[in-house]
């Protein structure tokens, strides 16, 4: 892992600490979930938003100030508001993928669940994604929640990541895999 990435985690993983305890004392769980599937949505889908957490030509005010808006927007519980915008007066705003993340992973352990990070070269269907879950629950003995992406480089296949887990039965991984055996030979 590289040095900055270490860093990122590290902040993230403070901040989504503080986030879940209060949220847990408060009995705001529920909004957190729900603050979380919003601002991935945003991350997802606006590169204003992408721009806005990770470019340092935005001063802390712009940022604060645009937090502000965005958390007002999209109707965000206070904790979560005032998270933000700390971390916007903090320049810490370019580690809220990673706090989704670990905030998401926080609140799953805590109800024994477990996500699995899935890759798959198209769209799963309800009953892939069921099936998988199914699988992936009588293996690791949790509530498997399933957060999917699509990447069409995969060519075919699936790669899955359960906690420090990975399988990766892509037709990509495959083809380099046997690239590489055949450099061996010649």
């Known amino acids: 892992m590289s040095e900055t990435a270490s860093i990122s985690t590290g902040i993230a993983q403070r901040y989504a600490s503080a986030v879940y305890d209060l949220a847990k004392d408060g009995d705001k769980v529920k909004d957190i979930e729900s603050d979380l599937d919003a601002l991935?949505?945003?991350?997802?889908?606006?590169?204003?938003f992408r721009?806005?957490?990770?470019?340092?030509?935005?001063t802390r005010a712009q940022q604060?100030?645009?937090?502000?808006?965005?958390?007002?927007?999209?109707?965000?519980?206070?904790?979560?508001?005032?998270?933000?915008?700390?971390?916007?007066?903090?320049?810490?705003?370019?580690?809220?993928?990673?706090?989704?993340k670990t905030l998401r992973a926080r609140i799953a352990d805590d109800k024994g669940e477990v996500v699995a990070d899935v890759i798959s070269a198209k769209a799963l269907?309800?009953?892939q994604s069921d099936k998988l879950a199914k699988s992936l629950t009588a293996n690791t003995g949790k509530t498997v929640t399933l957060q999917t992406t699509v990447d069409e480089s995969l060519i075919g296949g699936l790669i899955v990541k359960v906690?420090?887990?990975?399988?990766?039965?892509?037709?990509?991984?495959?083809?380099n895999s046997l690239q590489n055996v055949m450099k061996e030979v010649g």
């Open 40 to 48: 991935s949505d945003a991350l997802n889908d606006s590169e204003d």
């Open 51 to 58: 721009d806005l957490i990770s470019s340092p030509v935005y």
């Open 64 to 100: 604060g100030q645009a937090i502000e808006a965005i958390a007002k927007k999209m109707s965000l519980s206070g904790i979560m508001a005032n998270t933000l915008a700390l971390m916007a007066t903090k320049r810490r705003l370019f580690v809220l993928p990673q706090l989704i």
């Open 125 to 127: 269907t309800k009953t």
């Open 163 to 175: 906690g420090s887990k990975m399988i990766d039965t892509s037709i990509r991984s495959k083809l």
